[in-house]
Structures are given as structure tokens and as C-alpha cells.
């Protein structure tokens, strides 16, 4: 329910038939004013989730702590008290992917920190000797002490330029792509690589080619690296909730095959499915938010302990979940369960290991 004004008139705006109260007995529509302000369409997408007493909150609780719960409630018929599957999975899939590019990055904070300019550090040192020569005169200092000291400063001053020419260099060598370090199978260009595999044929030669063409291609546009590591990223990021809500269907292919076909029908294994995707892609949003926090958090032992003690429990969870939720969804024994489980958690470890593999594959050759 919206927290939008009620109409004065009683006529359905979607049906025309009389509204009595808040909601049209006919076709269900809240009797509030047509028009809205701009805010609305956020605040009505979020009431979506999070009307009728908490549906949505009450949704994730049993997703998250209540393995098969969630299912078994759904298949059973209880639809209106929980957020619907395929709503909930594309909900959680936009946060997932959505969600990295809001989280701050101490990475893209160090970026903006500028190096000092000449004539600051001209003042810096100037302030310093000031201040060490008023301390000589006060007799805090000997000039062996001042001595010493100005050599320590200029020590550290010295490394610090060293270790950042370092950095700057080997950031020069990784980013640069050349002639003499992109080459593919030995090949420094199309023509080359043409010439080099082309008889041999087979295919690796096919497989390889697509990717081959790209690196030269990306090659002749400039691209460094880091250019290309971005723009990979950013394409496999586009790509993967696309690939996920397509294996979905193949996952719930294999429930099927392993499963009493006359009492599960192929849409029950579908809920599960949605059901088990959407506690994936929840373990991941997690898994972003603690790394996130992290990386605002002092590099103490007993936080990098918490941290690493979270991160294994966690892992844990996502991999028993799966045969607890098979367990009580299913109704089988546990040794069959177990059996079956283990089955289905192996070949779907695989198809997805697959999937993977095309998809980093498609995904670079996608770079624009």
C-alpha cells in the first residue's frame, strides 16, 4: 500500500467501476491521484518490495537463514505472503551488479591525491631548517644533532623518490602495450599468426583466432593494459547477469532429470532454482559490502582474523545450502539426498566452470 492521496471521486481510474474504500474490488488498483511527485517513482519501486506487513524483509530472511523454506511456501501455494521468484531474483541481481560501482574504493581515492609541487616542497624544507635552527639557538639541538637530522630527511626523501620512480616504472611497463610484448601463439600481427597456424588448422586455430584479431585490433587502436583490463571488466560485469538467468533454465534441466517426474513437475524445479540463484547472488553482495568496509579499516590482527574467520563461514554456508535446501525441498532420504545433491552440485560446478570460461572468452572479444 502507497502512501499516496486518496481521491475524492469514487470512480476506478483503470476500470471505471465504484472504489468504496482504498482498493477497487474489481481489478485491485489503490484509488490515489494520478499524478505524483517526481519522488514517487523511487519510493513506489522500494513499496513494491516492502509492503503488505514486510513481505520483502520477510522474503530475505527466509532466503537467507531458512534453506528450502522459502520454496516449499511457494510451491504450497502461499504466493501473497513473499516476494515473487522471478521478481526477486532480477531485484537482487541489479543490486549485485549495480552496487560495485557505488561502493568507494581507497584504490580510486589514492588517484586523486596529488604529488607536491616544486615550490611546496621548497617551503616544506624551508620550514624545516627554520625550525631546526630555532631549536639550535635555544640549545635543544647540537649542530652534530641538526647535522644528523638533515641528513635523515634527506635519506628518507631520497628513498621515497626512489621506491615512487619504481612504481611509476613498472606501471610505464605493465600498462604500454608494444610490438614486442603482444603476441599470440608467437604471432606479432593477424598476418603473422595467419601464416605461423593456418596450416596446421585444427581447433585451437579457430578458438584462437577471434581472440588473437581483438589483441591486434586493440593493439593498433593504442590500447594500454590498464585501457583494456577496465573495458574487459566492464563488459564481463554487462555480461554475466545475462548469462546466469540463462543457465538457470539448464540448472533446473538437471533437478528435472534427477527427480520423480510425476510428482515434480519442471516448474517446481524452476522455483528452487530462482530460490538458489537469488541466495548466490545475495552471498556475493555480501561478500562485496565486507570488502568494501575493509578497506576503511585499520590493518589490525584481530580485524584481518574477524575478516578471514567471516569470509570461511560464509564460503561454507554457500556450499551446504544448497543440500539443505535439496534436502527439505525434495522430502528424500538423507543418504539419497546426499547422493543426489552431490550429482547435481558437481555437474552444475561444472556447467557453470564452462559458462565461465565462454563467457570471459565472449566478453573480451565484446570490447569495444
Given at each position: ?49 516492502t ?25 504450497a501455494?502461499?504466493?501473497q ?15 549485485t ?20 609541487s616544486a ?38 626523501e ?16 605493465d ?49 594500454n ?23 538457470l533454465?539448464?540448472?533446473a ?12 513437475w ?9 530460490h ?29 582474523f574477524i ?28 543418504r ?13 560446478s ?19
Amino acid at each position: 500500500m502507497s502512501h499516496g492521496k486518496i481521491r475524492e471521486e469514487k470512480d476506478c481510474l483503470n476500470c471505471g467501476h465504484t472504489v468504496e474504500e482504498r482498493f477497487c474490488p474489481y481489478c485491485g488498483q489503490e484509488n490515489t491521484e494520478a499524478r505524483q511527485p517526481f519522488y514517487y517513482l523511487f519510493t513506489h519501486f522500494i513499496e513494491d518490495f516492502t509492503h503488505y506487513d514486510g513481505q520483502f524483509w520477510k522474503t530475505i530472511k527466509y532466503l537467507l537463514f531458512r534453506p528450502g523454506k522459502l520454496t516449499k511456501e511457494y510451491i504450497a501455494g502461499k504466493r501473497q505472503l513473499y516476494v515473487a521468484p522471478v521478481k526477486l531474483y532480477i531485484f537482487i541481481s541489479f543490486i549485485t551488479f549495480l552496487l560495485p560501482g557505488f561502493l568507494p574504493s581507497i584504490e580510486d581515492q589514492s588517484h586523486d591525491i596529488q604529488k607536491p609541487s616544486a615550490e611546496e616542497t621548497r617551503i616544506k624544507k624551508e620550514k624545516t631548517e627554520k625550525a631546526l635552527g630555532n631549536l639550535k639557538k635555544e640549545g635543544i639541538l647540537t649542530d652534530e644533532n641538526v647535522i644528523n637530522v638533515k641528513k635523515l630527511i634527506d635519506t628518507i626523501e631520497s628513498d621515497s623518490k626512489k621506491e615512487q620512480a619504481i612504481a611509476d616504472n613498472d606501471d610505464l611497463i605493465d600498462e604500454t602495450l608494444t610490438e614486442s610484448n603482444t603476441k599470440v601463439l608467437g604471432a606479432e600481427n593477424m598476418k603473422q599468426y595467419d601464416s605461423l597456424h593456418q596450416k596446421n588448422g585444427g581447433v585451437l586455430y579457430l578458438l584462437t583466432r577471434p581472440f588473437a584479431k581483438k589483441t591486434f585490433e586493440l593493439k593498433e587502436r593504442g590500447l594500454n593494459k590498464k585501457q583494456i583490463k577496465e573495458r574487459f571488466v566492464e563488459t564481463f560485469s554487462h555480461t554475466l547477469p545475462k548469462a546466469l538467468f540463462v543457465y538457470l533454465p539448464i540448472f533446473a534441466f538437471f533437478l528435472w532429470l534427477f527427480h520423480n517426474k510425476k510428482k515434480w513437475w519442471y516448474f517446481d524445479h524452476g522455483i528452487f532454482t530462482l530460490h538458489y540463484f537469488s541466495f548466490l547472488l545475495l552471498g556475493i553482495l555480501i561478500f562485496m559490502i565486507k570488502s568494501s568496509v575493509m578497506d576503511f579499516l585499520p590493518d589490525y590482527g584481530i580485524i584481518n582474523f574477524i575478516s578471514t574467520l567471516f569470509s570461511m563461514a560464509l564460503t561454507v554456508y554457500l556450499a551446504i545450502y544448497f543440500f539443505v535446501a535439496h534436502h527439505r525441498v525434495y522430502e528424500t532420504k538423507k543418504r539419497i539426498s546426499i547422493f543426489k545433491g552431490s550429482l547435481l552440485f558437481i555437474i552444475n560446478s561444472f556447467g557453470l566452470m564452462l559458462m565461465l570460461i565462454g563467457l570471459l572468452y565472449i566478453s573480451f572479444l565484446m570490447i569495444h
